[in-house]
């Protein structure tokens, strides 16, 4: 938080993690703070992961297809690989 309104952190987001939360329909507002809209996104990519575990179990596919899906899957959302603290100037 860069600033206070009456008492509230204002916050300051980048541009370019602003750009992958809309991705995934995540408006954050200047009075959101970075954890929750992280916990969003995460929550989105826990979501996914575990649909495609549970469709490895149902042996939709091969384990190596399912590694590779697995690296793809979290190359979609990089900004999880920021602390959200970074997603703040």
């Known amino acids: 938080p860069l600033a206070a309104d009456a008492g509230r952190p204002v916050y300051v987001y980048r541009e370019d993690v602003l750009a992958e939360c809309r991705k ?17 996104i995460r929550d989105l990519y826990r979501y996914e992961i575990r649909q495609l575990r ?3 179990i149902r042996t939709q596919f091969s384990k190596q297809e399912y590694s590779a899906r697995v690296v793809e899957l ?3 959302y990089p900004v999880l690989a920021l602390h959200a603290r970074q997603w703040v100037v």
């Open 74 to 76: 979290r190359n979609k």
């Open 24 to 40: 995934y329909g995540v408006f954050p507002t200047d009075q959101t703070p970075p954890e929750l809209a992280r916990s969003f």
């Open 54 to 56: 549970n469709r490895y």
